[in-house]
Structure formats: structure tokens, C-alpha cells
């Protein structure tokens, strides 16, 4: 059994700083790109950030430059620092990883429970 487990959201005020963080455990035979998405209530879920095997990111317009995503592949691992946050930050983040399970498998998508991230003064 594989899953994700987020951890590092909460309560910060406009133009705080928060860093989530995202561990794949279980059975992995390779993980490929890993991301943020985030859903506020009454909208969609939404790409925030994605990181590939290899390092290279992608970022929504809207948090680029304030947020930074990275990954430690040895502790399958990805992080998502947001600094100069607003409330229009807030939402339910989810992680999202591309696994897997054996070399033999077929690559599938995993998603993490969600982290609520509140912005708020």
C-alpha cells in the first residue's frame, strides 16, 4: 500500500510564510513528477506546482515567484515553500504524486489526503 501524508498547513496572516510537505511511503519502485493543487471552496481543484524527477518545475501564474516547490528523491519527499501569502492562497492543498509501484507496473497517480492553508488576518 502506498500513500501520501501532507503536513504543514494552518493559520498565517497576509504576506506570512508557510512550507508544506508531502512523503510518498509504501511499496515505490519510482516515483516521476510530483505537484501541488489546491481547492477553494466553491471552485475547482487547481495546479499550483509541479516538479519533475529531474528538478524542473512549472508554476500557475498566480504564485509564481512567491512559491517555490522542490523534492528529495532519496526520502520521496516533495515540499512546497509559500512565502508573501494572500487570502486568496486559501484553500485545501493537495499533493499529488506519479508512482510506480514495481518495475514492472503501470505508472498511476496518488493523491494525498489534503492540508487546509487559511490566510487571514
Known amino acids: 500500500q502506498v500513500q501520501l501524508v501532507e503536513s504543514g498547513g494552518g493559520l498565517v496572516q497576509p504576506g506570512g510564510s508557510l512550507r508544506l510537505s508531502c512523503a510518498a511511503s509504501g511499496t515505490i519502485f519510482s516515483i516521476n513528477a510530483m505537484g501541488w493543487y489546491r481547492q477553494a471552496p466553491g471552485k475547482q481543484r487547481e495546479l499550483v506546482a509541479t516538479?519533475?524527477?529531474?528538478?524542473?518545475?512549472d508554476y500557475a501564474d498566480s504564485v509564481s515567484g512567491r512559491f517555490t516547490i522542490s523534492r528529495d528523491n532519496a526520502k520521496n519527499t516533495v515540499y512546497l515553500q509559500m512565502n508573501g501569502l494572500k487570502p486568496e492562497d486559501t484553500a485545501v492543498y493537495y499533493c499529488?504524486?506519479?508512482?510506480?509501484?514495481?518495475?514492472?507496473?503501470?505508472?498511476?497517480?496518488?493523491w494525498g489526503q489534503g492540508t487546509q492553508v487559511t490566510v487571514s488576518s
Open positions: 516538479v519533475t524527477s529531474g528538478g524542473s518545475t
Open positions: 499529488k504524486a506519479q508512482i510506480k509501484r514495481r518495475s514492472y507496473s503501470s505508472q498511476s497517480d496518488l
